[in-house]
């Protein structure tokens, strides 16, 4: 992350995981890294929620099977009191409809517990920039389950070219793609998706797409 001076600043990171030795052993890899330091530690879903409220940490690493509060629960929970957080969910499950149903809690990540620890932070430094990791084809299908709203759309003050956006960005299609259908610089679309996600009040591309849905913004 950097400051608008140009100096960087560090990453902060809240690990909730109810297994000490895992906490221990992801701080260890995290704590290797200039651009990124832990702040807090949680070993339960419950913990955690109280913990970022009170940190506000910048990216969570979140276990999902925990005692008191499960971690799918505890990002839905802090994402809506904390939207601008970003989460990633540690897990060993990999089964599509799971990671379904942590992507539409808020998860901007999902990374299986036997990966590397530099594709943990690899992803934290992605989250903290704003991006997002979640398969367009997982995107998709999230968004395809969600239920069309019965009352009209919210007024958020899109211009008419960040609701062409929108409408890609709800299909799961990439800034590179969405340049091309529109006819647009890379930048350009860059600049109308950072509207939007300002706009909607959520930390990234993929919540935006998600909150748009629910709101009845996509068509």
Known sequence: MTHENGTHKQVR??????????????RAVLE???????V???????????????????????????????????????????PGCSVIVLTVNDEEMFLIEAVHAGAGAYILKES????????????????TLIPTELLRKALQAIPVPTRGAEDIGL?????EVLQLLTQGHGNKEMARQLNLAHVTVKKHVQRIIA??????RTQAALKACRMGLAE
């Open 13 to 26: 990171v809240l690990l909730v995981d109810d297994h000490p030795l895992v906490r221990q052993g992801i």
């Open 40 to 82: 807090g530690e949680a070993s339960d879903g419950k913990e955690g929620v109280r913990q970022a409220e009170v940190l506000r940490p910048d990216v969570i690493v979140m276990d999902v099977q925990m005692p008191r509060m499960e971690g799918i629960e505890a990002t839905r929970e802090i994402k809506q009191s904390l």
């Open 32 to 38: 290797s890294e200039e651009d990124i330091v832990v």
């Open 116 to 131: 590397s620890g530099d594709m943990l932070v690899q992803s934290i430094r992605a989250l903290a920039r704003g991006g």
């Open 159 to 163: 211009s008419a070219r960040e609701k």
């Open 199 to 204: 706009k909607l009040g959520v930390s990234d």
